[in-house]
């Protein structure tokens, strides 16, 4: 192999191995700088621009990136990449910070604190109104089902096991609302009253990531 061969074999490999992080810089370089052409990019990250739009279509495919395409005084138009709406998930977000602090100041008065509980039971007959329609006419088994829909659409990697004695475990792997939950134990509670609720059986927690479990989990029927 002549040596141009193997130093373009070993460019390509190079942007191969760090697929990953080479994505990453050009989320980040879309989210800075807004919207960039191939070219430009390329130019950023030192990559070939064939390497470029293998991962900003793999970007495309997986909701991250559009494509726009921008009309020039001459010659054809200009395609430019830029971030879409869905990207905007994958950024660092800090909303629980936020939650904390207010829910720390009604906290920290006696005039306020009652409206805690107040707050996440409005919570609960919210999500009640919202999901109740989806549970009628089910039997026990597919509300169970049901439930682990929502939950898992609501980022909660929710999975249903079907147990010998004809009862079910819900289980979920990942908590969004962590933070809040181990510091205002109102969200679990609420959150087993709502599951009560929609399912029209007992429900018993059985482990609670919020308190250091590695998942929670929940016995139903």
Do not use: W
Not at 66 to 95: C, W
Not at 109 to 121: H, Q, Y
Request: with cysteine; net charge neutral; charged share 30%.
């Amino acid at each position: 192999m002549k040596r141009n061969d193997t130093s373009r074999a070993a460019r390509r490999t190079a942007e191969k191995s760090g697929d990953g992080s080479t994505r990453e810089r050009l989320l980040l370089l879309l989210r800075t700088k807004g919207r960039m052409s191939a070219g430009e990019l390329s130019e950023e990250l030192g990559l070939t621009e064939m390497a470029i739009r293998r991962h900003m279509y793999a970007l495309e495919t997986e909701g991250s990136v559009n494509i726009v395409s921008i009309r020039q005084a001459m010659g054809r138009p200009l395609h430019v990449y830029e971030l879409t709406k869905q990207a905007d998930e994958l950024f660092p977000k800090n909303y629980h910070l936020l939650t904390l602090d207010l829910l720390d100041e009604l906290a920290d008065s006696p005039d306020t604190a009652a409206l805690i509980d107040r707050m996440f039971d409005g919570r609960k007959q919210k999500l009640l109104e919202r999901y109740e329609p989806r549970m009628a006419g089910k039997s026990l088994e597919l509300r169970v089902s049901e439930l682990t829909a929502i939950q898992s659409a609501g980022g909660y990697m929710a999975e249903m096991r079907s147990l010998d004695n004809g009862a079910y475990m819900l289980y979920e792997y990942n908590c969004p609302i962590a933070k809040v939950a181990g510091k205002y134990q109102q969200a679990c509670s609420c959150e087993l009253a709502l599951f009560q609720a929609l399912l029209d059986a007992p429900v018993e927690r059985t482990e609670c990531l919020a308190k250091g479990g590695g998942k929670c989990s929940y016995k139903i029927g």
